[in-house]
């Protein structure tokens, strides 16, 4: 029952909408210009944007943790949560010395969009000098989504257009949006449709304002359900996505995603090979995913450092249409966050444990990775269930 539903895809209208298609005798025909997706003043922009991005060897940093979210992160190395911490934890990232070798964007949280460094130089203008773009996350985080399954819905849509505005100004060059899904609370059609609505109108607006909108629908790891079910509510969802973002004249060629990669649940027994997941997310792409898209930049969803590096590098073996590379958080920083600890003197270290996977995730990224010499610490995993920015 469950692979006809999928069949029925929602890219096909209703049938009701295929006879109100069908030309009569007598119809008119539709003008050219209502057909036409208009993609706004920044179309060219939004192209070279997301191409930047995109780029041979080069993935996104993550570091748009919301300030509670950051505090567990310093928490975990015994640091209290305040600005002063979050901002030295942040210079020490964006300045570590040739990162943009090998990450071509950061994702920032506002209060780091316009902060400065310990040094007093702007966030975004230390990126931009190593040719790393800025992006900024702009929805509001996750609350109740009620007459559902126990589920969750993404908010941020108030205020959006003023707000990706005033990010333009400040320098930032695309966004991020981040709504889940949950296979244990169903999931359920409402759910779905919900954060396909949602990421669609955050899209259309943020194009508007000149900001590459990375469309991220995450499907939770939380489960005992085998990688065939995560691949069926995959397709599901990323059906509803583009029929939404189709819907709200979203130009394809100014977006880029940010899927989970095709994986079983967290508690199930049966785990898979690096193989077995690019097989089964790079069948998710070619189903579902336009090759007009510039960039497919994976999320790690709690896989451990070495494991997110050998299943981007495994989907990287055989040519594809996009660019399949990484818009890692945890992944990257794992390792950086524990050597630094905290302390002025470990900061060379921690930037050298940064560069490190960054460059691992580069070399993925071409399909070259090897996975020789990765310590203990790197293949822990760093799976939290419910995960929320």
Not at 259 to 280: D, F, I, N, Q
Not at 303 to 330: G, I
Not at 353 to 373: C, D, F, V
């Amino acid at each position: 029952m469950a692979s006809a539903t999928i069949l029925k895809s929602s890219f096909l209208p209703k049938r009701s909408e295929w006879a109100a298609a069908r030309p009569s005798a007598t119809a008119q025909p539709m003008p050219a210009s209502s057909l036409a997706v208009r993609a706004g003043s920044y179309a060219d922009e939004l192209v070279k944007t997301a191409k930047s991005i995109a780029s041979p060897g080069k993935g996104i940093m993550a570091m748009d943790e919301s300030n509670a979210t950051c505090g567990k992160r310093l928490a975990s190395i015994g640091l209290e949560n305040t600005e002063a911490n979050r901002q030295a934890y942040r210079t020490l990232l964006v300045s570590a010395p040739g990162l943009g070798q090998y990450i071509s964007g950061a994702i920032l949280f506002e209060e780091t969009l316009y902060q400065s460094t310990v040094d007093g130089k702007k966030m975004v203008d230390v990126l931009t000098e190593q040719n790393i773009i800025p992006g900024i996350k702009v929805d509001k985080g996750l609350v109740p989504l009620a007459g559902s399954n126990n589920e969750s819905w993404c908010q941020g849509l108030d205020g959006l257009a003023s707000r990706t505005a005033a990010y333009y100004q400040q320098g930032a060059r695309f966004a991020k949006w981040r709504t889940v899904v949950s296979i244990p609370n169903g999931p359920s059609a409402l759910a779905v449709k919900e954060a396909a609505w949602g990421l669609a109108r955050y899209a259309a607006i943020s194009q508007e304002s000149g900001l590459v909108p990375i469309v991220e629908p995450e499907i939770l790891l939380d489960g005992e359900h085998g990688i065939d079910r995560t691949f069926e509510v995959a397709l599901k969802v990323w059906a509803e996505v583009f029929f939404y973002l189709a819907e709200n004249n979203v130009f394809f060629e100014g977006i880029l995603l940010k899927p989970s990669m095709v994986t079983p649940g967290a508690e199930c027994k049966e785990r898979a090979t690096p193989e077995k997941v690019a097989e089964y997310t790079l069948n998710l792409l070619k189903r579902r995913i336009p090759p007009s898209v510039p960039g497919i930049m994976f999320l790690s969803g709690g896989q451990s450092e070495v494991e997110a590096t050998l299943n981007l590098n495994a989907m990287n073996q055989s040519p594809n249409p996009w660019h399949v590379s990484f818009s890692y958080a945890r992944a990257l920083q794992n390792t950086c966050l524990k050597t630094w600890g905290g302390r002025p003197e470990n900061v060379k270290a921690a930037q050298d444990a940064l560069l490190t996977r960054a460059k691992a995730n580069s070399i993925a990224q071409l399909g070259k990775y090897t996975g020789e010499g990765e310590s203990e610490e790197s293949k822990e995993g760093m799976f939290v269930k419910n995960y929320s920015y």
